[in-house]
């Protein structure tokens, strides 16, 4: 997805899938790898009780993406407490067979820290509202479009949407009993609890809350499995890496994606991430639409062009990982607040390195707060953004102004415009980029002084050119400025051709003449 249009396809669905299993995991309150450290345990657990290949695969993709309608479902705690994800973190050790915890649970935490009258409110408002069973029913809406979206097979899909259900038929929203239930949604119940008093209680924990919850809400021929090997289970699961022990576990025959498909699997990711706020619906695949179209008009190649759409529709994965509750408040955000929102660009990154395919995607969006200044979140310089983060920080800030917030209206679209000139006259945007992401976003030209750089050279060149004074490789460059080496040797080819000379030292002499290198690269 750099450079030149590659000719196969180059990402595991394992990858896309695992990457948004540690992104859905973000909002529960549970360690990254919960979702990771869930799906081996459902392997193992399925081979030990025979599953066939079939039934492998399913227990293998519902155990990663377990809590894709949790994500959505869990966003009800805003109205409940601003933190929802400290609120949901709480959840993880509830009792699904007694609805009187659950109740118990509201009491004790709905408006904490809140006046007596507003916590009352709140927890009459959970009541009205239909407590568990509103919850269970949004999880499963979730689950059914999201696995619909994903197209990854409407046995995955169904059991997704039965998270809630119990072996007793006393779950939701639909009232499944026993073997109504899939194999691969029971083996979820029970893993998934198993991983988590596992982790904080030990084997022992996990082992009595499954013996306790045999035949309520677990299946009980499968409780009774995993408390025969639980000890080896955990044993093997401390010995492996998660994301690798991941990759390999995935199923054969391993499926690739498509060019197609991966531009689908990003537009559907970004829609998921955006649905956690009213006011975020439809942000990402504006921002990835208008930086596209911004680097095609700057003369960036397909491929580039393409990584920068993939970057935008990935940008706010992060932002699964702030409450909610912070996104949907009018009010000003405490120093505190501030400061966790600002983490999100940096967990997009988190959550996209561990992929071999993606991580340089996540390299990309977790810039795109940064500013030529060193203003943004994060302090990155200019010299370190390269011409795909400048475009992507541009088009998000564009495209957030023109969008409504709890705190102001949208800004028309002219303002939008001349607010982002604005910060590009101050030097926190690049004003060449500025420029093209307004033309692409239907503003008029303003005309360009003449005669800035010299040779006819463009800004894009002008890095490169940087980096060959530097003696880096054509590899080398590429890392720096995400494309691939085949486009850089086309950039360098290009301004030796521009600049009349054909070595590196005779580059260098005319940055030097005309003052383009960096004092501090």
Same mark, same amino acid.
């Given at each position: ?9 180059? /990402? ?14 973000? #909002? ?7 979702? &990771?450290?869930? @799906? ?20 293998? $993709? ?7 309608? #949790? ?7 805003? =109205? $409940? ?42 927890? &009459? ?16 809406? /979730? ?5 619909? !979206? ?12 039965? #998270? ?89 025959? &391993? ?6 498909? !991966? ?23 504006? +921002? ?6 911004? @680097? ?8 580039? @062009? ?73 302090? +990155? ?6 011409? @795909? ?85 054509? =590899?080398? !460059? ?13 950039? +360098? ?11 590196? +030292? ?16």
């Amino acid at each position: 997805m750099t450079g030149g249009a590659p000719t196969q396809p180059s /990402v595991r669905l394992a990858e896309v899938v695992g990457c948004l299993s540690l992104a859905t995991v973000l #909002c529960t309150g549970q360690p990254i790898e919960h979702g &990771l450290r869930r @799906a081996l345990l459902a392997v193992w657990l399925g081979e030990d009780l025979g599953l066939g290949a079939a039934d492998l695969s399913d227990a293998y $993709y519902v155990a990663l993406l377990g809590s894709v309608g #949790c994500t959505i479902e869990q966003t009800l705690f805003a =109205r $409940y407490a601003k933190d929802d994800i400290a609120l949901s973190a709480k959840t993880a050790t509830i009792n699904p067979t007694r609805p009187l915890e659950a109740w118990a649970f509201g009491l004790r935490n709905f408006g904490a820290g809140e006046p007596p009258l507003r916590r009352v409110g709140r927890v &009459l408002s959970a009541v009205l509202a239909g407590g568990p069973a509103e919850f269970q029913t949004v999880c499963r809406d /979730v689950a059914l479009r999201i696995g619909d !979206m994903l197209d990854i097979g409407s046995t995955i899909q169904q059991a997704l949407a039965q #998270c809630h259900e119990l072996w007793n038929g006393r779950g939701g929203p639909k009232g499944l009993k026993a073997e109504e239930i899939s194999i691969s949604a029971r083996i979820f119940h029970v893993v998934g609890d198993a991983e988590v008093f596992g982790r904080t209680g030990g084997v022992e924990a996990a082992v009595t809350v499954a013996r306790q919850r045999a035949g309520k809400s677990y299946d009980p021929r499968v409780a009774d499995r995993f408390c025969d090997i639980a000890e080896s289970l955990y044993g093997r699961l401390e010995a492996e890496q998660p994301w690798d022990a991941v990759l390999s576990a995935e199923p054969a025959p &391993l499926r690739w994606l498509s060019h197609d498909e !991966m531009d689908a699997f990003g537009r559907t990711i970004a829609n998921f991430v955006d649905l956690r706020s009213p006011h975020t619906l439809g942000h990402s695949t504006g +921002v990835a639409t208008l930086a596209e179209q911004t @680097a095609r008009g700057l003369g960036l190649s397909g491929g580039e @062009a393409v990584a920068v759409r993939h970057a935008g529709f990935l940008h706010d994965l992060g932002r699964i990982g702030v409450p909610v509750g912070f996104w949907n408040t009018s009010t000003s955000w405490t120093a505190k607040e501030w400061e966790r929102a600002k983490q999100h660009p940096s967990l997009t990154e988190l959550v996209l390195a561990r992929s071999t395919a993606l991580g340089y995607l996540g390299t990309l969006a977790g810039l795109h707060h940064e500013r030529l200044d060193g203003s943004g979140y994060r302090g +990155v310089p200019g010299s370190f953004l390269p011409v @795909a983060a400048r475009i992507l920080a541009t088009a998000d800030t564009y495209h957030t102004k023109t969008e409504p917030r709890p705190h102001r209206p949208a800004l028309e679209p002219d303002a939008a415009a001349e607010e982002i000139r604005r910060q590009a006259h101050q030097g926190r945007f690049d004003g060449e980029v500025a420029e093209a992401l307004l033309v692409a976003a239907g503003h008029q030209v303003r005309p360009e002084m003449p005669g800035e750089l010299p040779a006819g050279i463009s800004d894009r060149e002008v890095e490169v050119l940087r980096l060959i004074v530097r003696g880096l490789s054509n =590899r080398q !460059m590429a890392q720096i400025l995400f494309i691939s080496p085949k486009t850089v040797g086309h950039h +360098v080819e290009h301004i030796y051709d521009k600049l009349g000379v054909s070595t590196r +030292v005779g580059a260098t002499l005319f940055a030097l003449q005309h003052g383009l290198v960096q004092e501090n690269p």
